[in-house]
């Protein structure tokens, strides 16, 4: 084999490493962008999954608040009508017996 | 160009486009996660704010039953309290009916059958009373028959029957059986909260005085 020949061939061989340098780095940035896909997937099947974010205290405090309180104004309401109930008693029922006995001649 | 030349040459592009194909890829996959970041973080808040929709939802039905039940409670309350104004009535005047020689209750009893037989059409009645009201019945059974006949402007037959009712009071009814009036204490009772129980219920819950 000539000099040349020797030499042309040698060409050839790095225009083929050249090839599989590109083929090995396009497999590199396919693999690359595989795994940037899968752990997006990933990120969303968590989030996705994920239960629901948690009650946020301040507005749960106000609500408990805000049950105590209107049981605490029902109580009141009830105390107040049982006093007054108590109180007024004494004047309904003989309202009852006049009306019962009351004979409309 | 000598041949070292050439392959150096293709050496090089090889080396720049390896590096770009990198690149390329490297930019595209931080492109991918982070667009799945972002989609992620919208649904993240997406759910939170559906959660906290749902939960104020739950708060305002909790609070709405809660209400609800203040609001049973109270009617509850008002118709114990109305009936106990009852029960104390109904014991006074039980009582009364215990006394049979009063004139409250003679007046009473008279005035039971006189408003029975005004309040039906006929002259002939027989009524039906418990003992102690039929005793006191046919002692002023013409009293009471003449009683009816001037209110109703015609004369009446009133005859009392021989069986005791149980209950206290009388019952008047017309010879054919075909009308009666109920005026016992329970029936006088009754139509009496059916009448004033609104009117007793704003005096047993009326504030001040």
């Known amino acids: 084999m000539s000099i040349e020949i020797e030499e042309l061939t040698r060409l050839v061989e790095e225009e083929k490493s050249a090839e599989e340098k590109l083929k090995q780095a396009r497999i590199k940035a396919e693999e690359m962008i595989k795994r940037a896909r899968d752990e997006a997937s990933k990120t969303i099947t968590e989030a996705s999954s994920s239960p629901s974010a948690q009650s946020q205290s301040q507005p749960e405090r106000d609500f408990e608040d805000e049950k105590q309180r209107i049981e605490q104004t029902h109580r009141s309401r009830i105390d107040s009508l049982n006093k007054l109930a108590q109180k007024n008693l004494a004047r309904a029922v003989p309202i009852i017996v006049k009306e019962v006995t009351r004979v409309g001649l | ?209």
């Not at chain 2, 005026?183 to 909260?193: G, I, Y």
């Open chain 2, 1 to 209: 160009m000598s041949i070292q030349e050439i392959k150096s040459q293709i050496m090089k592009e090889t080396e720049s486009e390896v590096q770009d194909i990198l690149n390329k890829a490297e930019i595209e996959s931080k492109r991918i996660i982070e667009d799945a970041k972002k989609k992620a973080e919208l649904l993240l808040e997406e759910k939170k704010q559906k959660k906290a929709k749902e939960e104020l939802a739950e708060e305002r039905a909790e609070l709405a039953i809660l209400r609800i039940g203040h609001k049973s409670e109270l009617v509850k309350l008002k118709s114990q309290w109305l009936d106990r104004a009852f029960e104390e009535a109904s014991k006074r005047l039980y009582e009364m009916a215990k006394d049979a020689d009063s004139t409250t209750y003679k007046q009473f009893v008279t005035g039971l059958v006189v408003e029975g037989a005004l309040n039906m059409k006929g002259s002939e009645f027989t009524i039906q009373a418990d003992s102690d009201a039929a005793d006191l019945i046919k002692k002023n059974l013409k009293t009471i028959s003449k009683m009816i006949s001037d209110s109703k402007k015609a004369e009446v037959d009133l005859r009392l029957d021989s069986n005791p009712i149980t209950s206290v009071g009388v019952i008047v009814q017309s010879a054919d059986s075909r009308q009666y009036y109920n005026n016992t204490l329970e029936a006088r009772l009754a139509d009496v909260r059916h009448r004033l129980s609104g009117d007793l219920y704003s005096m047993l819950f009326k504030e001040g005085e």
